[in-house]
């Protein structure tokens, strides 16, 4: 897989349910991002994890980062009908300054 | 809560003609990004931009394209002669340090060359 990649590519599951989507990476990094995006709207800054970190939470949310298997995931834990959106990784690494490579996104329909 | 604001939200423009697209960063951040997202594909970068110079591009980012912090509040991109190709939404995005810190993006502008 590319730099960034999402799985899986969707997801629907009902209002109060958890999300778990998962973000794969090759090369070494120096920060991994996850971004919402509503349907033909602007990319909204989630959470920022660093290399050096393992696990953040940011109210619902949830972020893991496994560096030795160059991997991500987000939890949306107790969803609502709002969460549905695309959800998005971005990696930076130190080589390449703060350009952000992003992943294809996983699009979460929560039904309500 | 500050946000990177970006005008317009809409632009039509034929073929060959130039197209700048404008964003306000938010004011006391110093690193400025221009990204696009061709319809059904993922977010490129395009450039970066610190001290009044571009610090990184893309492949993309080729001779039709420039960017310009013509004041202290805003951030222009400038495709001089527009291709059917640069039909995508254009995303800003500024951060507060280079490293270590989220880049906060606008909601974009979708530009459709005819």
């Known amino acids: 897989s590319q730099q960034g990649e999402e799985d899986p590519q969707a997801l629907s599951i009902q209002e109060g349910e958890n999300a778990t989507m998962n973000c794969s990476y090759k090369?070494?990094?120096?920060?991994l991002q996850w971004y919402r995006q509503n349907s033909g709207r602007g990319l909204v800054h989630l959470i920022l994890?660093?290399?050096?970190?393992r696990e953040k939470h940011s109210g619902r949310l949830r972020v893991t980062l496994d560096t030795s298997k160059k991997s991500s995931s987000l939890l949306i834990t107790a969803s609502r009908a709002a969460d549905t959106a695309s959800y998005f990784c971005?990696?930076?690494?130190?080589?390449?300054?703060?350009?952000?490579?992003f992943g294809g996104g996983t699009r979460v329909l929560v039904k309500p | 809560e500050p946000e990177v604001t970006q005008t317009p939200s809409h632009q039509v423009t034929q073929m060959g003609q130039e197209v700048i697209l404008r964003c306000v960063p938010i004011?006391?951040?110093?690193?400025f990004y221009w990204y696009r997202q061709i319809l059904g594909q993922k977010v490129e970068f395009l450039v970066s931009?610190?001290?009044?110079?571009?610090?990184?591009k893309s492949e993309i980012f080729d001779d039709q394209f420039s960017v310009e912090r013509p004041d202290g509040s805003n951030f222009t991109l400038k495709i001089r002669s527009t291709k059917l190709e640069d039909s995508a939404m254009y995303f800003c995005?500024?951060?507060?340090?280079?490293?270590?810190?989220?880049?906060?993006f606008g909601d974009g502008t979708r530009l459709s060359i005819l």
């Open positions: 994890i660093r290399s050096n970190e």
């Open positions: 971005a990696t930076d690494t130190k080589a390449a300054g703060n350009k952000l490579t």
């Open positions: 090369t070494s990094i120096n920060n």
């Open positions: 004011s006391n951040h110093l690193y």
């Open positions: 931009f610190y001290n009044n110079e571009i610090s990184e």
């Open positions: 995005a500024s951060s507060a340090r280079e490293l270590n810190q989220p880049q906060h």
